[in-house]
């Protein structure tokens, strides 16, 4: 149970550090300036359509399902680029509140110091800024359900009922908003029901909630022509780096170790990486020790927490050379879906539970010494001050765009009927003038027509992820020059044309629909039609609403929770 003064004093806390990290992006949530995420793989537009490829039916592996679809959703009744700031802001928001409350529940003496040194923890680490920093928003919101749901399993223990299920559904489908995202959901689920069981019926309920919330990837998975597998130089490309003066231990007891050396924040790229650890893995020391002190007083969901920490701090380290990699190899290669398990650092979001109780730990320890305040600054020093450039949108690299005009006229001409859109150049990342680096193209979130995209991703000259067949002929059509008829025949219907000069026969042939500075818009005639079956998207389209609905009733059920509690603490 929770103290009246507590959760506002989470909250507080947890909306002061979320602003502080976001910002740059908070005018466009009022539509003051730009408003626009276009930064690595984070893409937002004015409008998401609801098209094959944002249900994840289209030519590339459902990998943001059913996050576009939400989007898209979304953005029918808000700006979309408001939209997603919105969730990215209640995503940190709400991982500093779930695991405060977490602490709170499970380290004995936590009191509200430790709960508040648990937010900060959750917020500022190497783990956030690295995810935002590669365009995650998306998996940060799975991240922040993770202490929700450890507290909703202990609360279905201590205090069952019907509506504890609802919240529970709602928390994993939040969770699953990313495949990766519900994976993480799914590990933390089995330990807290170990942990704390709850037994045979009320977990058989559970697991079945759990598969629910997966449905909008998996379904989509099964009916999808795209490929599920990844080659095996995926591993390495996308496998935890060491960062400076700290090898694959202490880059995983730090949080950090993202595969991308450009989403690193500064701070993590010198000496001083070393040197924050230290301050990070010395706090972390003490509250260990202090909950070791007291290991016969501990819920045993503490015991389980701890056990994960160290089982995943262990793969995730053999994941980086011998044959611990060569699994991993193996897996990604011949196992459909374990391509979700390349990108190892996304689990180091496992850690977060057991880093957060063991700070607060530490807190409590040092209560009992100095004022509560002396105890919570001091910890703050060592966790915060070791990682400045987290705030303002990760050093200032993390803020939105606008887009020029002509991405609104092309929108406007492009139909849902009149076959897909090719891109040119065909490339997935791509660079504009008015964004800073590189990014995905917003093209295929932003138009009605499916957009067919390359998927494929080359990593230090290494093919990773190879261009689906479709992609990969409406490719090399364009490569030849762009024959109307041969694009026709492939279900193109459009050709976008961005930052470049178009194929010969496309320019000659086709149709100029639009001519302006950054795109020009060619149609071409008579596209057959190569969309997905009705059976397949009336089945992606019911798999994604039984997920929002499990979200929607997930936010009644926290609603009566809350207000079960507020009368409960009041009387």
Not at 115 to 138: D, F, K, M, T
Not at 223 to 228: G, L, R, Y
Not at 382 to 393: F, Y
């Amino acid at each position: 149970m929770f103290s009246g003064r507590l959760l506002p004093t989470l909250y507080l806390v947890s909306v002061v550090a979320a602003v502080a990290v976001l910002a740059p992006l908070l005018p466009g949530l009022i539509g003051v300036g730009p408003g626009y995420l276009l930064y690595r793989d984070a893409v937002s537009t004015p409008r998401t359509h609801v098209t094959d490829t944002t249900l994840g039916i289209g030519d590339l592996p459902p990998r943001a399902v059913p996050q576009d679809w939400f989007v898209a959703m979304a953005s029918t009744v808000v700006d979309g680029g408001a939209a997603v700031t919105a969730i990215l802001l209640a995503a940190l928001v709400f991982a500093g509140v779930g695991f405060g409350r977490l602490a709170f529940r499970l380290v004995p003496g936590a009191g509200r110091a430790g709960a508040v040194a648990a937010v900060l923890v959750a917020i500022w680490n190497p783990y956030v800024a690295e995810r935002l920093l590669q365009g995650h928003w998306s998996l940060l919101v799975g991240y922040a359900a993770l202490g929700w749901l450890l507290v909703a399993v202990v609360d279905l223990r201590d205090r069952p009922g019907p509506v504890r299920f609802l919240q529970l559904g709602g928390l994993l489908a939040a969770a699953g908003l990313t495949p990766t995202g519900s994976v993480l959901a799914g590990i933390v689920l089995a330990v807290a029901l170990i942990g704390r069981p709850v037994g045979l019926r009320s977990t058989i309920v559970v697991v079945l909630l759990w598969i629910l919330s997966t449905l909008p990837w998996v379904v989509t998975s099964v009916i999808s022509d795209a490929t599920t597998t990844s080659a095996a130089a995926g591993v390495e490309a996308f496998g935890l780096r060491s960062e400076p003066g700290l090898g694959p231990v202490g880059t995983v007891l730090s949080l950090g170790g993202i595969w991308n050396a450009d989403a690193v924040p500064a701070s993590r790229t010198m000496w001083w990486a070393a040197v924050a650890t230290f301050c990070f893995l010395l706090v972390v020391a003490a509250g260990v020790v202090a909950l070791w002190r007291r290991r016969g007083a501990l819920d045993p969901l503490v015991r389980a927490i701890g056990i994960l920490t160290v089982v995943v701090s262990i793969l995730l380290v053999l994941s980086t050379f011998g044959p611990g990699r060569w699994l991993l190899e193996v897996a990604v290669e011949h196992i459909a879906g374990a391509g979700l398990l390349r990108d190892t650092q996304k689990f180091s979001a496992l850690l977060v539970p057991g880093a957060t109780l063991a700070v607060a730990a530490a807190v409590a320890a040092a209560c009992r010494r100095v004022p509560s305040g002396f105890a919570l600054a001091g910890v703050a020093l060592l966790v915060v001050a070791p990682l400045p450039d987290l705030a303002w949108g990760a050093g200032g690299s993390v803020r939105p765009v606008a887009y020029p005009d002509d991405w609104a006229a092309v929108s406007a001409i492009v139909p849902d009927d009149q076959g897909s859109v090719a891109l040119w150049p065909a490339d997935t990342v791509r660079h504009y003038r008015f964004a800073d680096g590189v990014s995905l193209d917003p093209a295929a979130r932003m138009l009605r027509a499916p957009v067919i995209e390359s998927g494929a991703l080359t990593v230090d000259g290494e093919v990773v992820d190879p261009p689906s067949e479709h992609a990969a002929a409406v490719a090399s059509a364009l490569e030849a020059g762009g024959s109307p008829e041969d694009l026709a025949a492939l279900g193109v219907g459009w050709v976008l044309v961005e930052n470049n000069s178009p194929p010969a026969r496309l320019a000659a042939d086709a149709r100029l629909a639009h001519d302006g500075d950054d795109l020009r818009l060619y149609r071409v005639d008579d596209p057959a039609d190569r969309g997905a079956g009705a059976a397949d998207r009336t089945m992606a389209i019911a798999a994604h609403l039984l997920w929002a609905a499990m979200l929607g009733t997930g936010v009644v059920g926290a609603i009566v929770v809350s207000a079960r509690e507020r009368r409960r603490t009041s009387r």
